[in-house]
């Protein structure tokens, strides 16, 4: 078993990444139907927004989420101390520090991919952080960032934050080019480098590390996991939900099932339901189905019936059962 900061860790064996205007409390309560095992996280909140916004609104989620880790945004360690300790208060399980978004408006605030440059600050950062909460604290890089592109460097960063208490680093496999691409691009054109995840491993077996980058199956992720301690799936998990239906069985030991997507379907109607009653329009929950049925027979009628009918304003739950009638 690993620990961070002398504390038993959360299981990162499989993880669903965090991935803003995705990975919203809707979508974590639909995915946990295919998993009970996989590591959900949140979108990332930067800590600014988090001490100065509705903290019950932006820190809420279900019960049947967990096990979820909230991913914080920020570069000032009072700020990010205080905003991982009203996770802690909220219930996640753990607190992840971005340190891989290219984005411009997350340069701007001076957090994300850019701090990869700072790891004096950083290591400040995550030493407040692992202070005020007893819940982990885990970071998310790249394997460099514009120029800073070698082993060495990578290997220095993982060091510095590694003596600031940091036992779980989970590396995008590519590096961030912070000038000149979308975060899109990021996700695409820098080419991966798997090699140097797994160089970081075998010189700090100690640490608990974990690809991110680029694994689109799961005989992709068995073969990473040979060598690795976790993998984080992104768009994969998020545009193929039905993918983490095995990963149970194949990678915790689970029994087999036999449940069909319709199945699946079925039983988190009882959320959509609880969520509708409470005001939640059911565009919000639809939109992180349409990949459900991706290849199958009726999947595409499936898709354009929530795409047109659930995104009207008061639509019902029959929108999403009249959806179900073409797959089943």
């Known amino acids: 078993m690993f620990f961070v900061n002398d504390r038993p860790a959360l299981c990162h064996r499989f993880c669903v990444a965090p991935m803003m205007d995705c990975t919203d409390r809707h979508d974590r309560a639909f995915l946990r139907q295919f998993s009970r ?37 920020g570069s000032d360690p009072d700020d990010l101390a205080a905003a991982a300790l009203l996770a802690e208060q909220a219930g996640y399980r753990e607190v992840n520090l971005n340190l891989g978004c290219p984005s411009d408006r997350v340069q701007g605030g001076n957090f994300g991919a850019c701090l990869m440059k700072e790891p004096e600050r950083v290591a400040a950062c995550v030493a407040a952080m692992i202070a005020a909460v007893q819940i982990p604290v885990t970071v998310k890089c790249r394997i460099g960032v514009d120029g800073r592109d070698s082993d060495g460097e990578l290997l220095d960063f993982v060091e510095r ?75 994969e998990a998020y545009g193929n939900p039905f993918l983490l239906s095995k990963v149970d069985e194949t990678f915790f030991g689970e029994p ?29 929950i639809t939109r992180h189905m349409l990949g459900l049925f991706r290849g199958q027979p009726g999947g595409r009628c499936f898709r354009r019936h ?23």
Do not use: W
């Open 37 to 73: 095992h996989t590591l959900l996280y949140t979108e990332m909140l930067s800590s600014g927004a988090l001490l100065h916004g509705d903290v019950a609104r932006l820190l809420r989620f279900s019960p049947e989420e967990q096990p979820v880790a909230l991913q914080l945004g």
């Open 161 to 235: 934050l590694a003596e600031a208490g940091c036992r779980t680093f989970i590396i995008h496999a590519r590096i961030a080019v912070l000038q000149g691409l979308t975060p899109k691009q990021n996700r695409e054109i820098p080419p991966l480098n798997y090699a140097r995840v797994l160089r970081v491993k075998r010189a700090f077996p100690e640490l608990e590390i974990v690809i991110n980058g680029g694994i689109d199956s799961l005989e992709t992720a068995a073969n990473l996991l040979r060598n690795l301690d976790g993998v984080m799936l992104g768009r």
């Open 256 to 284: 087999p099932n036999a449940k069909s997507r319709l199945d699946y379907l079925g039983g988190f109607l009882p959320y959509v339901e609880r969520e509708l009653r409470q005001g939640t329009p059911l565009r919000h």
């Open 306 to 328: 929530l795409s047109v009918h659930g995104n009207r304003r008061g639509a019902p739950l029959e929108v999403l059962l009249d959806a179900m009638t073409h797959v089943a």
